[in-house]
């Protein structure tokens, strides 16, 4: 998370950016914030009811809930990128 600030927001404001490469780190950057708290949801399985009771012996490093909100997390960066890559050649 200290990296997409570091790279994706502080850096683009810093160097004083232009354009659209500005345009798309700043909006990454924005899009990964924004969906670390449902990866959070997803990782200690808020949204289960028996949460994270099922593991008897060792939390997994991904539990089955977080693979799900990253795969949304995945394909909205990569709808963004699209979209915002088929505006830019057309």
């Known amino acids: 998370m200290v990296l997409v600030i570091l790279i994706c927001i502080i850096g683009p404001l810093n160097t004083g950016m232009k354009g659209e490469a500005y ?9 990964l914030m924004g969906m670390h708290p ?3 949801i997803g990782h200690y399985r808020f949204l289960s009811s ?3 009771s099922i593991y008897t012996v060792d939390y997994p490093y991904i539990t089955d809930h977080e693979w799900v909100t990253l795969t949304l997390t995945a ?5 963004y990128l699209t ?6 050649i057309a």
């Open 50 to 52: 028996r949460g994270r």
């Open 38 to 40: 449902i990866n959070l």
């Open 75 to 79: 394909l909205v960066v990569i709808g």
């Open 23 to 31: 345009q798309i780190i700043l909006s990454l950057g924005f899009i």
């Open 83 to 88: 979209v915002h890559f088929l505006k830019l």
